[in-house]
């Protein structure tokens, strides 16, 4: 007896030939990508890139110009309420009511999504524990610390057991340590939940938290995939020349030496094979005191953004 093939699930998400303009200015042009259920997902771009956009027609607050949305392989309108009902949206601007206590947060926004009282308030305890946040389940929220709050704010829109999680820049003006908590906290709420999480970010150390990214530029999807294959775009390793006039040296470089330096924030990249034999080089072509410093590492996601772009990582999303 032949057993029958077995059939992919379809994506959670799938955005197809997405497009937005603001009168003649094209914002969006045909971006697509899918998330897989249980996916995290990052579109990964500097300010400008058309990430605000795209995250304003995911959660409904505008219209796209073209495209499609899908969910779960059901073609949806873009704001529908089948599509809000499923969504857990976190935006980059704090929206806690910092003069209630974190449980009266979490118990409104369950009855706000239709839970009763009790249910809402069953749920807002369950989320807190899961947080961490139990133990300041009675204070206002204005009295948490910005990484206490940012994870209140995850609890708050699970309070009604979403299908997809979407962040605005989740970490934003995070320190260290409430960046780390706050990681700790989406992958505990993905395990946890069964949540697909889609995000928008400009930071290369958040894209690393990511299953796979799509990097967005100038309102396109130029690359997808997971971080380690989008570094793999950087042939072998980054030479790093920190000193003043990075547009003139890179002139320099590219004349004296042949190579294909790069004018960055703070010096020149160049991306070289056993990069370590460059660097004796360099100190040798041009006079003292030219660099300010010179060193060598491996490829990061800055580095595969600014190989497959031409541009850097370095502006936060206005």
Not at 43 to 69: D, V
Not at 81 to 95: E, H, I, N, Y
Request: proline share 6%.
């Amino acid at each position: 007896m032949q057993t029958a093939p077995s059939v992919a699930a379809p994506p959670r998400l799938a955005v197809r030939d997405l497009a937005f303009r603001y009168g003649e200015r094209e914002v969006l042009r045909r971006v697509s990508f899918e998330v897989a259920p249980g996916e995290i997902v990052g579109l990964l771009g500097p300010n400008g890139a058309g990430k605000s956009t795209l995250f304003s027609i995911l959660t409904g607050l505008l219209r796209p110009s073209a495209g499609a949305m899908l969910l779960d392989g059901i073609e949806i309108p873009p704001g529908a309420r089948a599509l809000r009902a499923r969504l857990g949206v976190v935006f980059q601007a704090p929206s806690l009511d910092a003069k209630l206590t974190a449980l009266e947060n979490l118990t409104l926004g369950g009855m706000l999504f239709g839970l009763g009282r009790r249910d809402a308030r069953d749920r807002a305890g369950e989320l807190l524990a899961a947080a961490g946040l139990a133990e300041r389940a009675g204070d206002q929220a204005g009295r948490l610390s910005g990484g206490m709050r940012r994870r209140l704010e995850l609890a708050r829109a699970l309070v009604h057991r979403p299908a997809i999680l979407l962040l605005d820049e989740p970490t934003s003006g995070l320190d260290a340590a409430a960046f780390r908590q706050t990681w700790q906290a989406v992958h505990a709420l993905r395990e946890r939940e069964g949540l697909t999480v889609l995000l928008t970010t400009h930071r290369p150390d958040e894209a690393e938290a990511c299953d796979r990214l799509a990097v967005l530029a100038h309102g396109r999807v130029i690359a997808t995939g997971t971080p380690e294959a989008l570094r793999a775009r950087v042939p072998g390793d980054v030479v790093t020349i920190e000193a003043d006039g990075p547009v003139a040296l890179a002139a320099e470089i590219r004349e004296r030496l042949g190579l294909d330096a790069r004018p960055a924030a703070h010096g020149v990249h160049v991306e070289r094979e056993r990069g370590h034999e460059l660097v004796p080089r360099l100190v040798e072509a041009f006079p003292p005191g030219r660099f300010r410093a010179v060193s060598l590492r491996r490829p990061t996601l800055a580095d595969a953004f600014l190989t497959l772009t031409g541009e850097a990582l370095e502006e936060d999303e206005s």
